[in-house]
């Protein structure tokens, strides 16, 4: 074991110890010999070059800081020039202080199979560590506060798993996974293990591109002022843990612009301040407009807001098992109704069924469209509802003994949204219906013009909607 201080580093929190450190750096790489630091504070004013270095660092946790003193530096310079598959190096109970004058507490490529163990990292201008090509690197109880963005996996990081490793404070983004490799699918197989993403006017987790990440047992999203997900392409799967969101009115749980994200296996969604249905998920009309992503529930635990009519923007659910499901799922398998109008009917998506008034001729203009109810359901307890729709006017969404016919129930009332919207409703009891009762989705006091389209819809009873404070264990449309 060599010790940084037998080769002139002070610590004592005001001598530049730069070049004392380096020397120690380097003449352990040149030995084979691990390298301790002592649990006090060193003042950095150039970059420790870690480039081809493999060196073991080891410090006293909370105790010893390695401070930034220059403006844009980065702290640890671990950016080898060349691509060695076995280049390992280990940081163990370092932290590293940016102290709002790093851009970079660490930078890391061509350095595979590499270890951070029990490290802090703190306050750099732009991200507190960067990372690409690290294939197959470990980082084990590391933790990064402040700064604009926590940890940039920027690409071909393949393989590569983190474990308990918690980000709290950044104003941008906690966990940043890009995918800018030299391999254009390079940034697969990452695994988060017990992490953590809160606190903050940043996002939680960032993913862009070609990536597939897995998130076992994470605590995501408390006291975020933006998404706790934002998916742009990749594939995210949650296993397990808890997903906050709803500290604030912008604090949506999934923002799906693209790729799948699958939240699974007894996950918990906790809704904070503003936590209802209808933060969910969220897409921009611009991100609508484009071909956007999904997100799917399954065998969850959620504890958010339920009353009232919850619209969630876009048309995002994804796909999971149909049970006991009341209607026809597709739009095109309603029918088209209307009292004192005329109807133009169509089908703008192949899916989709879309009826337009053309004139009104009458008192009391209503256009719609209805499916029969195909079989019994748990009366008395709560049915669970998704319909994707767009629509000009406000919706009532009843159960009727026959179409247009005598009301039973009325189970919503959807508002107008000419751009796709889905209605996700929760929690009310179904009363028994007659036979042969039908769902009517109707609008009321519809003018020349007004027009109703269906994409797809799903209702069904408690089989499918578990009793709970919030029965969205399997929210997905069909």
Request: some cysteine.
């Amino acid at each position: 074991m060599l010790y940084v201080t037998n080769f002139g580093a002070k610590f004592d929190g005001v001598t530049d110890d730069s070049q004392a450190i380096q020397t120690a750096i380097d003449t352990a790489d040149a030995q084979g010999e691990p390298l301790s630091f002592p649990g006090r504070t060193a003042v950095i004013r150039t970059a420790l070059n870690l480039r081809n270095r493999t060196v073991e660092i080891y410090g006293t946790m909370k105790k010893t800081v390695l401070r930034a003193a220059t403006v844009g530096m980065t702290m640890i310079d671990a950016e080898s020039p060349d691509e060695i598959i076995y280049s390992p190096f280990k940081i163990n109970g370092i932290q590293l202080d940016g102290a709002n004058r790093a851009d970079y507490c660490i930078r890391i490529r061509n350095r595979h199979h590499s270890e951070l163990n029990g490290v802090f990292l703190s306050s750099a201008r732009v991200a507190n560590a960067w990372e690409r090509e690290t294939w197959v690197s470990r980082r084990y109880n590391c933790r990064v506060e402040g700064g604009p963005v926590g940890w940039q996996l920027e690409g071909s990081n393949f393989d590569s798993a983190f474990y308990g490793c918690y980000i709290a404070g950044c104003s941008d983004t906690q966990w940043l996974l890009n995918n800018n490799g030299t391999l254009l699918n390079g940034n697969n197989s990452l695994l988060f293990s017990n992490c953590g993403a809160t606190d903050g006017s940043g996002r939680g987790v960032v993913l862009n591109g070609q990536v597939v990440a897995n998130f076992h047992a994470c605590y995501f999203g408390e006291n975020l002022d933006r998404a706790t997900v934002v998916n742009n392409g990749a594939v995210a799967i949650f296993e397990g843990g808890t997903l906050s969101f709803g500290w604030t009115p912008q604090s949506y749980l999934v923002i799906p612009a693209g790729g799948e994200t699958l939240i699974q296996n007894g996950a918990q969604l906790n809704g904070q301040d503003y936590g209802s249905v209808n933060l969910l998920s969220y897409l921009s009309p611009a991100q609508q407009a484009a071909a956007h992503g999904t997100f799917r529930l399954d065998d969850t635990k959620a504890y958010l807001i339920t009353g009232g009519d919850q619209i969630v923007q876009g048309d995002v659910l994804g796909y999971g098992e149909q049970r006991n499901v009341l209607v026809p799922r597709l739009g095109r398998q309603f029918t088209a109704i209307g009292n004192s109008v005329t109807l133009a009917v169509s089908n703008p998506k192949p899916n989709a069924q879309r009826v337009t008034c053309s004139t009104v001729s009458g008192g009391n203009p209503i256009i719609g469209l209805y499916a029969p109810l195909s079989r019994d359901y748990r009366v008395s307890e709560p049915f669970y509802l998704v319909l994707v729709y767009r629509a000009s006017r406000p919706l009532q969404i009843r159960v009727d003994a026959s179409p247009l016919g005598a009301d039973v129930v009325l189970l919503s009332f959807p508002p107008a949204s000419t751009s796709t919207a889905t209605l996700i409703k929760l929690d009310a009891p179904l009363p028994p219906v007659p036979t042969g009762a039908v769902l009517d989705i109707l609008m009321p006091n519809a003018a020349a013009g007004d027009f109703i389209e269906i994409s797809e819809c799903f209702l069904t009873d408690a089989t499918a909607a578990a009793k709970g404070i919030a029965p969205v264990n399997r929210l997905s449309k069909c």
